[in-house]
């Protein structure tokens, strides 16, 4: 006897294509994956790129020791041409780079493609051994420094490039690191005229007597039609661990990388980059051999968080129903971290949501720290409600919050902004505080949906705060019925 099954099929919108910013990194391979081309992949898909690759070497070594390596220069141009001849792509991070024979290709094609080069200029891996021939370093900077807009030399680096010791900075004066720095930017230009282009040198982990770690970074940039050299110093504290963390500068050069294929500018590009490294260079993945890599990995806590928006996003995206709820300014569904206390631990949609189609599409993935508004309203909320984790927005419609009160048992607040005070209009976040704190006041808690009937450059908004996924799908449902009645 044969059991038959009912199967039941479900109607949904079609599948969402997303178009991503795209990243190339020329690197060595590293079979532990802490460093090197595999290191560049997590690193630019934790930013939000695509990473494409190509390799120009393989390494044998662990996390603690380098062995050697094997160049794979005679298949570099063949690699190149399979990317560069179909992908739009701008910008690359170059790293290492084992022979003569890779250089002349790496600008060979810097120049054919017009790319955007940031190099980490490694000599040494962290586990030790070189990773090129000998003497390689005079040709790097000769010819391949003019091609590059960024290097992020380490301190060792940076000191054989400009031929000063950098490695006992005193507390008083870093008037040595700057000095590099100087050297190391007029290394990057080829002849007087090209000193208009933008480009930036970043020196990493210059240790200081005052128990600091210090990145100096120098930037030439167009100011007021001038171009001008620049100085940001970024300070942090040192950190006391036994063994040796393999891969740091690669995680490093190709987020700057990602944020410069994102569309940032050269100098947001370098302080995203120093916030999402120090970020993760709060959490090492341990190994035996006492090696550790910076883990890149998303924890199950915020897995959880952004399958909840999944969630979410699953059930509108399939519904035209839902698409009379996005504003003009778009939706976005954001959702914390239990604890959030920042931007940097609260997911949303990259991009938001808009309408194809007549469905609701995610324009971007989901993603930690993308998005401000929903973020700081969460935030806010949490300040009075830590159950508070999620937040909408919503298109607002006079007749629908009729129809929400009379026919759900959803509690509304209207918030009239022109009752702001003048200091917190001047300041975002504060008016996100006003708003939470003003509902409060109506109702004794927050309601499930704040709104406003907006103002001069704000569009009238609904926004609907929950516990968790299955409290806001239920809100969203009885808000749909009421509506649609």
Not at 246 to 267: N, Q, R, W
Request: aromatic fraction near 8%; proline fraction near 4%.
């Amino acid at each position: 006897m044969i059991e038959s099954k009912k199967v039941n099929k479900f109607i949904v919108s079609e599948p969402i294509i997303i178009m991503k910013p795209l990243c190339l990194t020329i690197a060595g391979a590293d079979p532990t994956s802490g460093a090197g081309i595999q290191a560049d992949i997590r690193t630019f898909d934790r930013c939000g790129v695509h990473p494409f690759s190509v390799i120009t070497a393989i390494t044998y070594q662990t996390a603690t020791k380098f062995i050697g390596y094997k160049s794979l220069s005679d298949e570099l141009n063949n690699q190149l041409d399979a990317i560069l001849t179909v992908y739009p792509i701008k910008y690359v991070k170059i790293g290492m780079i084992p022979d003569v024979k890779t250089i002349d290709i790496i600008i060979q094609n810097i120049k054919n493609y017009n790319l955007n080069a940031i190099l980490d200029p490694i000599l040494i891996a962290s586990a030790g051994g070189r990773l090129s021939s000998e003497g390689l370093e005079s040709e790097i900077e000769r010819n391949l420094f003019p091609h590059v807009k960024i290097i992020t030399p380490n301190i060792t680096e940076a000191s054989f490039y400009s031929n000063i010791n950098l490695s006992n900075l005193s507390n008083e004066s870093i008037d040595e690191l700057k000095e590099a720095a100087e050297i190391l930017l007029k290394k990057l230009y080829r002849n007087e005229n090209s000193k208009r282009i933008e480009k930036a040198v970043v020196i990493k982990s210059a240790r200081s007597k005052s128990n600091e770690i210090l990145d100096l970074v120098l930037l030439n940039k167009e100011i007021n039609g001038q171009m001008k050299r620049v100085f940001q110093l970024f300070k942090k504290k040192k950190v006391i661990f036994e063994g040796n963390v393999h891969g740091t500068g690669c995680v490093f050069s190709s987020a700057i990388t990602a944020f410069l294929a994102k569309g940032y500018s050269i100098e947001n590009s370098i302080v995203k980059a120093e916030d999402f490294f120090d970020n993760k260079f709060q959490s090492f993945i341990e190994l035996p051999d006492k090696g550790k890599f910076i883990d890149l990995t998303v924890s199950e806590e915020r897995l959880k968080v952004i399958n909840q928006i999944k969630e979410v996003y699953n059930v509108i995206s399939q519904s035209k129903d839902f698409s009379k709820l996005i504003p003009e300014v778009r939706m976005n569904i954001s959702s914390s971290l239990p604890n959030a206390t920042g931007k940097n631990d609260i997911a949303s949609v990259e991009g938001r949501i808009t309408i194809i189609n007549e469905f609701p599409k995610a324009s971007g993935e989901i993603r930690f720290g993308v998005s401000d508004h929903t973020a700081r309203l969460i935030l806010s909320a949490k300040k009075f409600d830590n159950s508070i984790n999620f937040v909408m927005n919503l298109r607002f419609n006079p007749n629908w919050i009729v129809l929400i009160q009379d026919n759900t048992d959803l509690e509304l607040a209207e918030i009239i902004r022109e009752d702001q005070p003048e200091e917190i209009k001047m300041k975002e976040f504060s008016t996100m505080q006003w708003l939470i704190k003003k509902s409060i006041e109506k109702i004794g808690k927050i309601p499930d949906i704040v709104w406003d009937k907006g103002a001069l450059g704000k569009e009238p908004m609904m926004r609907l705060f929950g516990k968790n996924s299955k409290d806001i799908i239920t809100k969203l449902k009885k808000i749909i019925d009421a509506i649609s009645s």
